[in-house]
C-alpha cells in the first residue's frame, strides 16, 4: 500500500506538471490572436485563460478524460491492477518528457498526442495489443485531421461572412453592431449546449436533447441581443469607427470562449493517467466506469492556470510584438472556429489540440485572403511531428514501464 | 517555445512595397532636380544628382529582392504572389527609366538642351511627376483596401489608377508635341536622335506608372 500511495504522490506531481505545461505553451496558441490583435491586454489575456480554463476544465471537462482513460485502452481487460497503476504512471512520465523535450527544442508537438501516444504505450505494456481498442484510436487520429481542417472551414467562412455582410458595407460599424447577436449568439449556443451535454451538471438537470436544444437556442438568442445592448452602449461611435472597434469588443467573448474550450478539452491531458492512478489506488481494483472525480478536474484547471500564470506572460509578448497584421474580425475568425472546433470535438470525447484548431482557423482566415502574409509550411511539420510523436511517446512509455517494474 | 500560431505569421510584402514606392518617389525628386540644373546651364552639380539615383535605384533593389527572397512557398497573401511579383515588377521599371533618362542626358551633356525646349522638356518632366505621386498614395491606400475590404475605399483605389491613367494621357500628348518640335526645328541628325530618344524614356516613366495601376487594379479586383 506504501509504493501506491507514493505512486500517487509522483502522479499528483506529474499530473500537475503537463497541466502546467499546457498553461505555459499551450494557452499561448489559443490566446495569440485576441493578444495579437490588441483586444486584449497580455495582464487581461492572463486573466482571462486562467479563471476560464479553471471553469471549463472542472465543469466540461469530464467527457474527454473518460475516453482518454477508458476508450482507447479498454481498462476492463486489465487484470492486474498493480500493473495497470505502473503503466498509467509510466504513461504520465513518458507523456512529461516528451512535452519537456519539444519546449526545450522548440518542437511543434501537442501535449494530447503526447498523451495519447504514452496510453498507447502503457495499454500494449498493461494488457498486450488485445487491450487497444483500435477503432476508438482510428477515430481519434481522424480526429486530428479533422480538427484543423473543420477549423479552417470555419475559419473561412467567417471571414467571408464578414467580408460580404458587414466590411464590404457603407457603414461596416452600424452593421457589424447589427450582426452582433448572430456570431455571439452561435457562440453561446455551442457553450449551453456543451454545459447541458454529458457534464456532472447537466445530468443533473436531467434535460433531453430536443429540450436542451431549445433551451440552448433561447438562450444564445437572449443572450446575444444582450450583448448587442452592452456593445452598443459602450461602444462610441466615431467618425473613423468601423467594424474593427465592435469585434475588438467581441474578441474579449470570444477569448474567454476559446479559454473555456481549451479548458473543457485540454486538462484531459494532463489527468487522464491520473484518474486511473487515483482510482486504482483509492479503490484497489480497475473498474469498469466511474466517472473522474470533480476535484482532479479542477485540480487540472489549477495547474493550467498557474502555467499561465507563471510563463504565459514571456511567451504571449513575443506574440504581441511579433503579430502585428492581425485585425480584430480576422482574430474573432480565428478565435471563433478554434472554439467552436474544440468545444465540438471536446463534446464528441476526442482529444483534439487546441493548438492545431487554431493553427486551422488562421489557415481558413488566410485562404478567405484576410491576412498579409501567413506560411502555411508549418501544416507540414505539424503533421510530421504528429506522426513523430505518438509513436515515440508510446515507446518512452514502455522503456519507463519496464523501468519501473524492475525498481518495484 | 512551442508556438506553431507564431510561425505562421511572416512579414507582409507590403510592406516593402510601400517603401520600395517610397525611394521611387524620391528618386523622381532628384531627376526632376538634376533636369532642371542641365537646363540652367552651367551645371556642376548633374553627376552629383546621376550619383543620387544610382545609389536610390541599389537600395529600391535591395527592398525589392527582400520582398522577393521573403515569401516562402505556400505563402497564403491577400493577392496573388505573381500578380504582386508583376506589380513590383512595374514600380521598379519606373525607377529604371529615371536612372536611364539621365544616363542617356549624360551621354551628351555639354550639348544638353536646346533653348527652344528647354520649356517643353520642363513641362513633360512635370507632368511624369505626378504619376509618380499617384502611385505611392495609391500603394497605400490599396493596401488599406486589403485590411478593411470596404466598398469605398476600394472605390477611391480605382479613382487613383484611373487618375494615374488621366496623367500618364497628359505626359504622352507632351512627348508627342516634343518630338513635333524636334523633328520641325532641329537640324543636326544626330540632336535629334538624342531628344527623341530623351523624350521617349521620359514618357516611358508615366508609362510604367501607368502599368503598376493597372497591376493594382488586377490585385483589388472581386
Known amino acids: 500500500m506504501a509504493s501506491e500511495f507514493y505512486i500517487l504522490i509522483i502522479g499528483y506531481i506529474f499530473g500537475f506538471y503537463m497541466a502546467w505545461n499546457i498553461g505555459a505553451n499551450d494557452v499561448a496558441n489559443s490566446m495569440a490572436s485576441a493578444v495579437g490583435a490588441k483586444a486584449i491586454t497580455i495582464r487581461q489575456a492572463i486573466f482571462i485563460a486562467g479563471i476560464l480554463n479553471i471553469l471549463g476544465a472542472t465543469f466540461i471537462g469530464t467527457h474527454v478524460t473518460n475516453t482518454i482513460r477508458k476508450g482507447i485502452v479498454s481498462t476492463e481487460v486489465l487484470t492486474d491492477p498493480h500493473l495497470a497503476l505502473i503503466g498509467a504512471l509510466s504513461a504520465l512520465l513518458a507523456a512529461a518528457l516528451w512535452v519537456s523535450f519539444a519546449t526545450w527544442k522548440s518542437l511543434p508537438v501537442s501535449t494530447t498526442h503526447s498523451i495519447v501516444g504514452a496510453m498507447i504505450g502503457f495499454g500494449i505494456m498493461a494488457g498486450g495489443f488485445s487491450v487497444i481498442n483500435w477503432g476508438k484510436l482510428g477515430a481519434v487520429v481522424l480526429s486530428w485531421v479533422i480538427s484543423p481542417v473543420f477549423a479552417l472551414v470555419i475559419g473561412f467562412i467567417m471571414f467571408k461572412t464578414i467580408t460580404r455582410l458587414i466590411l464590404s458595407k457603407r457603414d461596416p460599424f452600424t452593421w457589424s453592431l447589427r450582426l452582433s447577436p448572430l456570431f455571439i449568439g452561435i457562440a453561446f449556443f455551442v457553450i449551453v449546449l456543451s454545459f447541458l451535454f454529458k457534464t456532472p451538471l447537466g445530468k443533473k438537470l436531467a434535460i433531453g436533447t430536443p429540450m436542451a436544444l431549445v433551451i440552448a437556442f433561447i438562450l444564445a438568442i437572449g443572450l446575444g441581443f444582450v450583448a448587442m445592448k452592452l456593445l452598443g452602449r459602450y461602444t462610441q461611435k466615431r467618425e473613423s469607427s468601423g467594424a474593427e472597434d465592435i469585434f475588438r469588443k467581441i474578441q474579449i467573448g470570444t477569448s474567454c470562449y476559446v479559454a473555456l474550450a481549451q479548458g473543457a478539452n485540454d486538462v484531459a491531458n494532463a489527468i487522464g493517467p491520473l484518474a486511473v492512478i487515483y482510482f486504482i489506488v483509492k479503490t484497489g481494483e480497475i473498474g469498469a466506469s466511474v466517472p473522474v472525480p470533480i476535484f482532479l478536474l479542477f485540480f487540472g484547471g489549477i495547474g493550467i492556470a498557474c502555467g499561465i500564470g507563471m510563463a504565459g506572460h514571456r511567451v504571449m509578448d513575443t506574440i504581441g510584438r511579433k503579430i502585428t497584421t492581425l485585425t480584430n474580425t480576422r482574430g474573432f475568425s480565428v478565435d471563433f472556429a478554434a472554439a467552436t472546433t474544440v468545444m465540438v470535438a471536446s463534446k464528441l470525447g476526442l482529444p483534439v489540440s487546441t493548438t492545431h484548431a487554431a493553427v486551422g482557423g488562421v489557415m481558413g482566415v488566410g485562404l478567405a485572403r484576410g491576412l498579409e502574409a501567413v506560411n502555411f509550411r508549418i501544416i507540414f511539420q505539424i503533421i510530421l511531428y504528429w506522426v513523430l510523436t505518438v509513436p515515440a511517446s508510446a515507446i518512452t512509455s514502455i522503456v519507463i514501464f519496464k523501468i519501473i517494474k524492475l525498481l518495484l | ?222
Not at chain 2, 505626378?130 to 502611385?135: A, F, G, R, T
Not at chain 2, 483605389?157 to 500628348?173: F, G
Open chain 2, 1 to 222: 517555445m512551442r508556438i506553431p500560431f507564431l510561425s505562421m505569421f511572416i512579414k507582409s510584402p507590403f510592406e516593402g512595397i510601400q517603401e520600395h514606392a517610397e525611394k521611387v518617389k524620391e528618386c523622381a525628386g532628384v531627376f526632376q532636380k538634376a533636369i532642371e540644373c542641365i537646363i540652367e546651364e552651367r551645371c556642376e552639380d548633374f553627376e552629383h544628382f546621376r550619383k543620387d539615383i544610382d545609389n536610390l535605384e541599389t537600395e529600391a533593389d535591395a527592398i525589392k529582392r527582400r520582398i522577393r527572397g521573403h515569401l516562402p512557398k505556400g505563402t497564403m497573401l491577400t493577392v496573388d504572389k505573381f500578380q504582386l511579383f508583376r506589380y513590383l515588377r512595374e514600380q521598379d521599371k519606373v525607377l529604371d527609366a529615371v536612372e536611364e533618362g539621365l544616363d542617356w542626358l549624360s551621354f551628351r551633356s555639354a550639348a544638353g538642351i536646346p533653348e527652344v525646349l528647354e520649356k517643353d522638356f520642363m513641362l513633360l518632366v512635370e507632368a511624369v511627376m505626378d504619376p509618380i505621386e499617384e502611385l505611392s498614395k495609391m500603394v497605400v491606400e490599396a493596401r488599406k483596401y486589403f485590411s478593411n475590404f470596404s466598398e469605398p475605399q476600394r472605390r477611391l483605389v480605382k479613382d487613383m489608377i484611373r487618375t494615374l491613367r488621366h496623367h500618364e494621357h497628359e505626359a504622352d500628348k507632351l512627348e508627342d508635341a516634343i518630338k513635333e518640335k524636334v523633328f520641325n526645328t532641329i537640324d543636326d541628325a544626330v540632336a535629334v536622335f538624342h531628344l527623341i530618344r530623351l523624350a521617349e524614356i521620359i514618357g516611358s516613366i508615366a508609362d510604367h506608372a501607368e502599368n503598376a495601376g493597372d497591376m493594382m487594379r488586377a490585385m483589388i479586383a472581386k
